[in-house]
């Protein structure tokens, strides 16, 4: 089997000369080819379709392919689900042609997300050149000339769902010829609609489905889809209708080696707060994009911006020029602004071996016939596994192996999945979230709605029922739609269509515009605008570099020049977060898990420059108005009886550690070493399942009590730390200075007195929190330490001395972490009372510690929930005037929410387990931007206790565990960690 050989010996020479010390390759897996499975075409075709078809190359289609478009010919709904090069196409143009050769007047709509998609299968309709069939696109670049041609002859309208919104349901009388015979609604992609923007999309084909009905027409659905989990399930969602799936993969796959790499930490460079630094996963792609080309493999380096995918070839070809300057002539960029023939000749370059590497930023801007390839590199987890698989699905032909190579960035996600394999190559790939239900999506779609057509009561079901009677009750109050006994109607002449973003999260867009020129580049959400079109910020559009001069919030406008500076700028930024409603709360003794609406305040206060390298320029100071959100939230709170209460056994010389020392201290230990070398028995033992039910409520430990009643400060403690959603996507971080507000322990029952000099903290620290910016080491975790006598803490400490992550021993003396065996309380070491399953945090390392595991809980969420990591936000801390506890937030970034929050209390279990593994993973000593620290902290990146955030997240999931059988997390748990551990 040399082919077999083959993509082994790409990964021996892309790993050539790297000591085995530094192996970057934490996992390799063989996946088996694949043979098809052929069927004969169905009497039901139209001869002429089937003859066209077997003349552009299909002789004999898949079972999957006959299987969808048997069930669309009958009439039922279906969705297609099933691999890249899997010949979904063919799966709609058969029955969708075949009827419009059948019926003369029949017509079809095709919907695809982008242009460059939907124009690559215009051409391959067109291609079959059957008569009458007049397929045309209806989209932004359509000629007005061409438009009313289209409307009148077009019997196959190719177009996307803004054009759909906008041009197509807005003045649908002119549309009639369409939609009275309208026999096929075909959505291409559908994947890709989640989020508000699917939310927005769900409730456009249901105005779709009314005006049709209308008309007299009841269209069949066809959806095609990246394989997902519950295909089906999602389809009837998006669509409002019952739909079947499709999912068994009929097609032929050649054998694929599947390479996990996390580049090295750097050397020479230190990151935010000294932090280490990886090498980034944009300059190592263009290093293995070399070594592939020096083999002769056609590889496609995905790369997350266009900018990246430049830079990437650019370093490919820097190292080609000094082996063979031929050679670097064979690599090239997917650039802006391409127009379709220059792009389709760079496809069949590549297709052809002319090219052979090229690097581009994602599967949809591609061809669809860009396939069979020897290699692909992804530099970065795309997001989601459906567009991980259809990325590296761009490798391996028939009876060929491919390699693939997936390099992780830093961040928590990318880490994790790099130590966790059987996350990528395992598990189902996850359903994309929704929530059509969202007030405010479901506002702007019903006046819509009625705007095309009056609504009735009786429609109100598909569109949500009570949700979207008490929107359209609101919207008659404000005069935006009039009631009338026969429904809801719109009474203004404008349109509401031209004012409704169904891409964007509600309200006035603000304009990017180019000062010079007045170009129009795009637009930015009203609710990130600060964050990221702030003066000084460098906006990137189509992979060109921009530095914003005014930000005009008032005007809806941002002036821009083109620039393209050393840097990249991350906004900082302070946020406050109120629970405005909790819909759901579960009690797991000293544990609470909630979710619910909230509002989030958020004020940009500065920004962050800092090269490519992660070297930090400067902080910038900006006078910006805060911003307020409504969104839905999921957030835990700890009793600091469970923080606080130890978890471990003795440590008595760790007493006296003062917090900032440990908190700096290496998170010794095999297991936070690269895991490759397996997991050592502490690591395995706290993942043990836990027996639930043993250990009674926790009980405050007397040490702390008693250190309590002796007027032992608490730490300074509440430091609200936020992280705020929608900074620029270009790799910057935000950090503003969340506020601190001490309270003293003499609050607490039983405490007889406040030492003189923690009130003098408190007014300091609650001067801070009135917004009063200062340097992080001023109010977070240091300022505590030192205002603490070493010998009381010493005293105080003995006996509950917390230990960094990994030195083994929690599964030394104790026989494990109390939170992970159940065990009741503890009596070891200095033998007082103590709270089991606690975190055993000494105060002043709480809010780093909170502050770290939601870092890390926002990376991981897009595991479970099909959100980027910029569309949610977090705040933590110590002492939360809402819950009364320490809280970490975990909240959506659009108003209303789109549902991630939702799947984050859903998959609660999962999720902070995948986040503790993440950071466990990581073998920087005291957390970096692949552990805990987040590119958009609203803090810098400080207070974090990276070993702190392992005890908390401990402490959930063991309260969880333990307590949780009654209330489903679960057996989430159970169903999803099958799949990821
Ligand atoms: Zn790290
Ligand atoms: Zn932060």
Redesign the pocket.
């Known amino acids: 089997m040399a082919e077999i050989e083959r993509a082994r010996r790409l990964l021996g020479r892309v790993t050539a000369g790297i000591p085995e010390s530094a192996n970057p390759v934490t996992h390799v897996a063989e996946q088996p080819a694949r043979r098809a499975r052929c069927v004969d075409w169905p009497e039901w075709a139209d001869a002429d379709v089937v003859a066209a078809l077997r003349k552009c190359g299909v002789d004999q289609p898949w079972a999957h392919q006959i299987e969808a478009a048997s069930l669309a010919h009958a009439g039922r709904n279906v969705v297609i689900s099933t691999g890249t090069a899997s010949g979904k196409s063919l799966a709609y143009q058969l029955p969708v042609l075949s009827d419009l050769v059948e019926d003369e007047k029949a017509c079809a709509l095709y919907l695809s997300p982008t242009k460059a998609l939907g124009a690559d299968q215009l051409r391959s309709v067109s291609e079959l050149e059957i008569a009458g069939v007049r397929a045309a696109s209806y989209d932004g670049d359509t000629p007005m000339a061409e438009r009313d041609w289209v409307r009148a002859h077009a019997r196959w309208v190719f177009t996307n769902p803004d054009m759909l919104h906008r041009g197509i349901l807005a003045s649908h009388a002119r549309w009639s010829r369409l939609f009275r015979k309208l026999k096929y609604v075909v959505v291409d992609e559908c994947h890709g609609y989640r989020g508000v923007f699917g939310s927005h999309v769900a409730l456009l084909l249901r105005r779709l489905q009314r005006v049709a009905r209308y008309y007299g027409s009841s269209p069949v659905f066809v959806l095609a889809s990246a394989t997902t989990a519950s295909p089906a399930e999602f389809a009837s969602r998006l669509i409002g209708q019952e739909c079947e799936a499709v999912t068994e993969d009929a097609s032929p796959r050649g054998a694929r080696t599947v390479a996990l790499w996390e580049p090295p930490l750097l050397e020479d460079f230190s990151g935010e707060n000294g932090a280490p630094v990886r090498r980034s996963a944009g300059a190592e792609a263009g290093r293995i994009l070399a070594e592939l080309v020096v083999e002769g493999a056609r590889t496609l380096a995905f790369v997350r911006s266009r900018r990246g995918a430049e830079l990437t070839a650019l370093g490919a070809r820097r190292i080609l020029s000094e082996v063979d300057p031929t050679l670097a002539e064979q690599v090239a960029a997917y650039r802006a602004g391409f127009l379709p023939e220059e792009r389709r000749k760079l496809e069949r370059a590549l297709l052809s071996g002319e090219l052979l590497g090229v690097a581009t930023t994602n599967a949809l801007e591609l061809g669809v016939d860009i396939a069979g390839l020897d290699a692909v590199v992804l530099a970065g987890y795309p997001g989601t596994l459906a567009s991980f698989w259809q990325q590296a699905g761009r490798a391996g032909r028939s009876g060929d192996e491919a390699l693939v190579v997936f390099v992780a960035r830093d961040d928590p996600l990318d880490t994790y999945l790099v130590h966790h394999p059987a996350a990528i190559l395992e598990r189902p790939v996850e359903t994309a979230v929704l929530d059509p239900a969202n007030p405010y999506v479901l506002a702007p779609q019903l006046a819509c709605a009625a705007a095309e057509l009056p609504l009735t009561a009786q429609e109100l079901d598909t569109f949500g029922g009570d949700a979207a009677r008490g929107v359209l009750d609101a919207l008659v109050a404000d005069k935006v739609l009039r009631r009338r006994p026969s429904g809801w109607y719109w009474t203004s002449r404008d349109r509401p269509q031209y004012e409704v973003d169904i891409r964007g999260s509600g309200g006035d867009q603000i304009a990017v515009v180019e000062a010079d020129t007045s170009r129009l580049l795009g637009t930015v959400d009203p609710g990130s605008a600060c964050a990221t079109v702030h003066p000084g910020a460098v906006y990137l559009h189509q992979g060109s570099s921009y530095v914003v001069d005014e930000l005009d919030l008032e005007a809806g406008v941002a002036l821009v020049h083109a620039e393209d500076p050393e840097w990249t700028t991350s906004a900082r930024e302070l946020a406050d977060i109120s629970v405005l409603a909790v819909q759901e709360r579960v009690d797991y003794g000293g544990v609470t898990v909630c979710l619910g609406d909230v509002a989030v305040t958020s004020q940009v206060v500065g920004y962050l420059r800092r090269r490519p390298s992660g070297e930090i320029l400067d902080q910038v100071a900006l006078d910006l108005p805060a911003q307020r959100l409504e969104t839905r939230a999921v957030w835990y709170t700890i009793s600091d009886e469970l923080l606080e209460g130890a978890r471990m056994a003795a440590e008595p010389e760790a007493g006296r550690a003062v917090a900032g020392a440990e908190a700096q201290r290496p998170a010794a230990g095999a297991e936070a070493r690269r895991p490759t070398a397996g997991r050592p028995a502490a690591e395995a033992e706290a993942q043990r399942p836990v027996a639930a039910g043993e250990a009674g409520r926790p009980v405050a430990g007397a040490e702390a009590r008693r250190a309590v009643a002796a007027g032992e400060v608490r730490a300074g403690v509440a430091a609200r730390l936020a992280d705020g959603v929608g900074e620029a996507r270009s790799g910057e971080a935000a950090a503003g200075r969340g506020g601190a507000a001490a309270r003293s322990d003499g609050a607490l029952p039983g405490s007889g007195e406040t030492p003189a000099g923690s009130g003098a903290r408190a007014v300091e620290a609650n001067r801070r929190s009135a917004g009063i910016g200062g340097l992080a080491a001023e109010d977070g975790v240091p300022a505590v330490a030192a205002g603490t006598d070493p010998a009381e803490t010493g005293e105080r400490l003995t006996g509950t001395g917390e230990r960094p992550i990994g030195t083994g021993a929690r599964s030394a003396g104790n026989g494990g972490d109390p939170a992970e065996t159940g065990a009741p309380p503890v009596r070891t070491g200095g033998g007082s009372g103590r709270t089991p399953g606690g975190a055993g945090l000494e105060p002043a390392r709480i809010p780093g510690a909170l502050h770290a595991a939601e870092h890390a809980a926002i990376g991981l969420l897009p595991l479970f929930a099909t959100c980027d990591r910029w569309d949610i936000g977090g705040v933590s801390t110590a002492l939360h005037a809402d819950t009364g506890e320490a809280t970490v937030f975990v909240h959506d970034g659009h108003p209303g929410g789109a549902g991630f929050a939702d799947r984050g209390f859903a998959a609660l279990v999962p999720w902070l387990a995948a986040t503790r593994e993440a950071i466990v993973s990581?073998?920087?000593p005291a957390?970096?931007p692949?552990?805990?620290q987040s590119p958009k902290c609203g803090n810098g990146n400080d207070p974090l206790d990276?070993a702190g955030a392992v005890a908390v997240l401990d402490t959930v999931l063991g309260a969880v565990r333990q307590h949780g059988s009654r209330y489903g997390h679960v057996e989430v748990q159970a169903a999803d960690t099958a799949a990821t551990s």
Do not use: I, T
């Open positions: 990581c073998e920087c957390g970096c692949s552990c805990v990276k």
